[in-house]
């Protein structure tokens, strides 16, 4: 699909700015996509199947407002009421009859006496109030998104009768370093801070908040407030905070660049995203927030109050409003192990729900249905939440044992002491790998013949190919007789993985096992991604195992100094085959952004023992990354995933990955 893209970008100093950006960095992946941010100087709409306007309520929105009006097509509405843009459109460009007439067109003679009178007592027009000015841009338009619910009823109520979608705003899932801002902060990890971000109006209940956060201070005098962003000329910000005697507790930060924005907001326990009036629009620092596994509160209005009553805490905007705020902070601060728990419901939500994948695919599939008339097939989300890992999928522990006799059934006698060690991790290898059928072919790298036959004999594959470190073209025939005497033989292709092209065509696997060999590669792990995505059908499956950098042993190591790596050694030079040394261990957030990058989607991606042992001297590290208030979970000796091929490979070289 061609789309003609009509929006602000950064650096241009606009939440949607930022909004467009990411999620152009999805559509530019599924569509051929033109972005404009000013007005062409020539302009064929016939080039585009579609385009699409980002509609915002400032100046950054002239350009998209202007080009709806001329070529339709289908507008983004980020709130229902377009009054300010249209104000500033005409007003502030000396065009007073054109407001007026706006007016007149939006709402009839009423809104026209209404917005004249305005015009005539305070020479500005009215603040929203009665004339929303959507009805002009909504009779040009092919269709309408919105993000909200209550914006997409606002939008009908404007008399809109085409096609719209509620497609909701897309999250930025964002690790900030909470302990480094909170230096810069000058705090420890367990004062309580809340903040409050975002250009500084007076709609967002600063004064509520600001004194709802004296009465917590009385209480709790540790407690400490930061306000991120642009004070708005019309909120005396300093003054208020003077009267309140609030000087040591609360620090206004001023605009922040995204990176340091998003290193604040990483730092707090508590945000506070409150606004009223509000006409329908949605919040982009809500969604990062959320995004953070943020306790977080909303006012109960609007499209806030759509959000899971799990993942934030809503106030009224009645009289009870200062109340309320009070009584949830002094609650989140008290128990902060709440606040916690309601954060980690935030961003699995935002995971599975917002995912600027899965909100691409929702545009193209809404733009699809404008374009034909007709709703195209349910397109396949890029990004669903992971699955937690259980020992075997449906099964009791009787069946876990079955597994690890079959396993030790296989084994020849010399691997057997081998077998015996990593047991636990055979075992769970073999629990995440789907099943089989006749006609599909699975491929096990780096195969030591231990889960191999049971690959055929318990998942039911037809076809098992094995490969493993050698010179491209050459192969080994392997069999292995079972304690019973049944025989199994593979063939085990060798090359180079690091570099070589698989010998094998185009999507002949259904699935793909990569277990322990990541870490060995030298020079270019993207390169054996890229061929495992190129030789396994669509949908097909890549399982995918690796020690853990970051596990409870591993931060032990380092915290004692100790070299983290599982198995960092040189190998000393001596004859016969020799297993390489690990060259780079992985953190579970890469292994998931492999996935990611190398065009696959995450149904599967969590941590476990390598080996059935206990660990209690390793139990203080647990208390540590609690008492930091530090990731707690993916802290297991291994790695597990499992990524469903869903295109081609994204990026051949991931800047996280390669310098």
Known sequence: MRIGYFSPLPPARSGIADYSAALLAELARRAEVTTFTERPAAFDPSAYDVCLYQIGNNPFHFTPYEMALEHPGVVVMHEANLHHLVADYTIKRDNWDGYLEEARYDGGEGAFEYARDFVRTLRRGPDYEGVPMLRRILARSRGAIAHS??????????????????????????????????????????????????????????????????????????????????????????????SLDLQAHVRVLGFAPIGEFEGYLGACDIVLNLRYPTVGESSGTLLRALGMGKAVLVSNVGSFAEYPDEICLKTPVDSTEEDLIFEYLNLLVSRPEMARAMGAKARSWVERECGWPSVAERYLGFLEEVVTGRKPPARVASAPAPVPLAPIPNQDREGVDAAGHEVLKWTAPEARAYAETHLTRLEKTLSIIPPGGPD????????????????????????????????????????????????????????????????????????????????????????????????????????????????????????????????????????????????????????????????????????????????????????????????????????????????????????????
Request: charged share 25%; proline share 8%.
């Open 440 to 659: 599909d072919a699975v491929l096990e790298m780096g195969a030591y013949m231990q889960v191999t036959p049971l690959l055929k004999t318990r998942l039911g594959y037809g076809e098992v190919r094995g490969c493993y470190y050698g010179e491209l073209g050459s192969h080994n025939h392997k069999s292995v007789e079972s304690e019973t005497g049944e025989l199994f033989e593979c063939t085990i292709d060798l090359f180079d993985a690091d570099k070589d092209q698989f010998p094998y065509p185009d999507e002949h696997f259904s699935t793909v096992l990569c277990c322990e060999l990541i870490e060995h590669l030298f020079q270019d792990p993207m390169h054996m991604m890229s061929e495992i995505n190129r030789i396994l059908r669509p949908g097909g499956c890549l399982v995918l195992t690796t020690p853990n950098i970051v596990s409870h042993r591993a931060i032990a190591a380092l915290l004692q100094g100790y070299q983290p790596g599982l198995f960092p050694s040189y190998i000393r030079p001596r004859s016969g085959e020799v297993d390489p040394r690990h060259n780079r261990e992985y953190t579970p957030r890469e292994i998931g952004d492999l996935l990611r990058d190398s065009g696959f989607e995450r149904t599967l991606l969590d941590t476990g023992p390598f080996r059935d042992e206990p660990h209690p001297e390793l139990g203080w590290v647990g208390h540590l990354l609690e008492k930091y208030i530090l990731p707690a979970d993916h802290r297991g000796d291994g790695i597990y995933a499992v990524g469903r091929k869903t295109g081609p490979v994204r990026d051949r070289w991931p800047a996280w990955l390669y310098a």
């Open 149 to 242: 619910h209550t914006v997409e009823s606002e939008l009908r109520n404007a008399g809109f009768s085409g096609p719209a979608a509620v497609i909701p705003h897309g999250a930025w899932i964002v690790d900030a370093d909470r302990m480094a801002f909170r230096q810069r902060l000058g705090l420890d990890a367990w004062t309580p801070l809340i903040g409050m971000f975002g250009f500084l109006k007076p709609y967002k209940r600063i004064a509520e908040s600001l004194r709802a956060f004296r009465r917590l201070v009385r209480l709790d005098p540790r407690a400490r407030m930061i306000l991120v962003g642009e004070p708005h000329p019309d909120l005396a910000l300093s003054e208020m905070i003077r």
